[in-house]
């Protein structure tokens, strides 16, 4: 019985770790998806991600970036929601000291436009 009880744990829990598409909304106000997109480039994104709809980003330095609106938290411990993935875009390191996401200087602006851009791929 106890067997029983731990699968049906483990596939409960396993079935809560991917959102389904569309569930979650997250809007990033005033944020424009091309501008997003163009930053992405400008920033060198790509040197480490793959990012869908990005040419140049196909890199697996660092994670994949596809359906980041179905990821539950944002390097391991952020809630994903559209501040906080604006806020890591802007100041990784003081979120996750030591993380290998460099710190570049991203404008309030281009984090926004990227994150909303993240969040419609």
Same mark, same amino acid.
């Given at each position: 019985?106890?067997?029983?009880?731990?699968?049906?744990?483990?596939?409960?829990?396993?079935?809560?770790?991917?959102?389904?598409?569309?569930?979650?909304?997250?809007?990033?106000?005033?944020?424009?998806?091309?501008?997003?997109?163009?930053?992405?480039?400008?920033?060198?994104?790509?040197?480490? @991600?793959? %990012?869908? $709809?990005?040419?140049?980003? *196909? !890199?697996?330095?660092?994670?994949?970036?596809?359906? &980041?609106? =179905?990821? @539950?938290? %944002?390097? $391991?411990?952020?809630?994903? *929601? !559209?501040?906080?993935?604006?806020?890591?875009?802007? &100041?990784? =390191?003081?979120?996750?000291?030591?993380?290998?996401?460099?710190?570049?200087?991203?404008?309030?602006?281009?984090?926004?436009?990227?994150?909303?851009?993240?969040?419609?791929?």
């Amino acid at each position: 019985m106890l067997k029983v009880g731990a699968l049906a744990l483990i596939l409960l829990l396993a079935a809560g770790c991917q959102r389904p598409i569309g569930s979650v909304d997250k809007p990033v106000l005033g944020a424009d998806l091309e501008a997003g997109r163009e930053a992405i480039v400008t920033y060198g994104c790509g040197s480490c @991600h793959v %990012i869908p $709809g990005v040419q140049e980003a *196909n !890199a697996y330095v660092g994670p994949p970036l596809n359906k &980041f609106e =179905q990821r @539950h938290y %944002i390097a $391991g411990n952020l809630p994903n *929601n !559209a501040d906080n993935l604006v806020y890591w875009i802007q &100041f990784p =390191q003081s979120v996750e000291p030591g993380t290998a996401m460099p710190n570049l200087n991203v404008t309030e602006t281009d984090a926004r436009n990227i994150a909303a851009y993240l969040y419609s791929q």
